[in-house]
């Protein structure tokens, strides 16, 4: 049996009180909940907030993202090291927004995952194509693509630092969720891919989440799916009360 993530994206949103707020109103919703793992990412400002409210509770805390190197003349950057320093355990990876607006490539992925490797940190993976690829059936390809890139020179026991998030673009941010049956034929190419990667039994335990307008309404229907092991979401993260609902989904 894999274990679910839940994990909650809040993006650009929210000031550190409003984040001290949402975790406070979160921790009683949640508590002593241990079927599905929990872990939120608030953007950089309100990491250290996070870690400090939900400190012995059972919610793990993400960036958004991360650098590869432990320090250098990189303006703007934070460091795996210095998440780690602060009590951060995850992190996002080649989510398709710095994918598209900051540079992020598979390249980079694969040094992040590999830092991440390093210093402990859970890293969440994120794949996906855009509208144009599903219309062109080259979605397979970009998967493969995308995974072959990201995981280059990752080794089977690295796997327990990671997990993929397959969030396909088009859904990400516009309220067209992938139905339950596409999101499971790309999740059953991302695991058969993993195995040719990194072994048969590193494939079958790894967790791939979907990821893209995953709302209270629609999360038991996707994580239903037998290669849906989760589930990476931001808009409908960001309310406390239904954050909660979705990390007590209800098969
Ligand atoms: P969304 O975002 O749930 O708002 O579609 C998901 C994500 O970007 O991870």
Redesign the pocket.
């Known amino acids: 049996m894999r274990k679910k993530v839940i994990a909650g994206?809040w993006?650009m949103y929210k000031t550190p009180d409003e984040a001290k707020a949402f975790v406070e109103a979160l921790l009683p919703l949640v508590k002593g909940h241990t079927r599905n793992e929990i872990v939120i990412c608030p953007s950089a400002t309100s990491l250290s907030t996070v870690v400090e409210t939900a400190k012995g509770s059972n919610i793990s805390v993400g960036a958004q993202t991360v650098h590869w190197l432990d320090e250098g003349a990189y303006t703007g950057q934070t460091s795996p090291k210095m998440l780690t320093a602060i009590g951060v355990t995850h992190a996002?990876l080649g989510?398709?927004?710095p994918r598209t607006h900051d540079s992020e490539t598979d390249e980079r992925v694969n040094l992040k995952l590999k830092a991440c490797v390093k210093h402990g940190i859970h890293a969440i993976v994120?794949i996906g194509e855009q509208l144009e690829e599903r219309q062109q059936n080259l979605t397979r390809d970009v998967l493969l693509a995308q995974l072959a890139g990201g995981l280059a020179g990752v080794t089977p026991d690295m796997a327990d630092n990671f997990v993929i998030?397959y969030?396909p673009v088009w859904?990400?941010?516009?309220?067209l969720t992938a139905t339950p049956e596409q999101a499971e034929e790309a999740h059953t190419i991302i695991r058969t891919a993993l195995a040719q990667h990194l072994g048969e039994d590193v494939a079958a335990k790894m967790r791939i989440l979907y990821?893209?307008?995953?709302?209270p309404g629609n999360i038991a229907a996707l994580l239903a799916m037998p290669n849906i092991d989760g589930a990476?979401?931001?808009?409908?993260?960001l309310v406390a009360e239904d954050f909660a609902k979705m990390v007590k989904y209800e098969a």
């Open positions: 994206n993006k996002i989510h398709s927004e994120c998030a969030e859904a990400i941010g516009t309220g990821g893209g307008s995953v709302k990476l979401i931001g808009g409908a993260s």
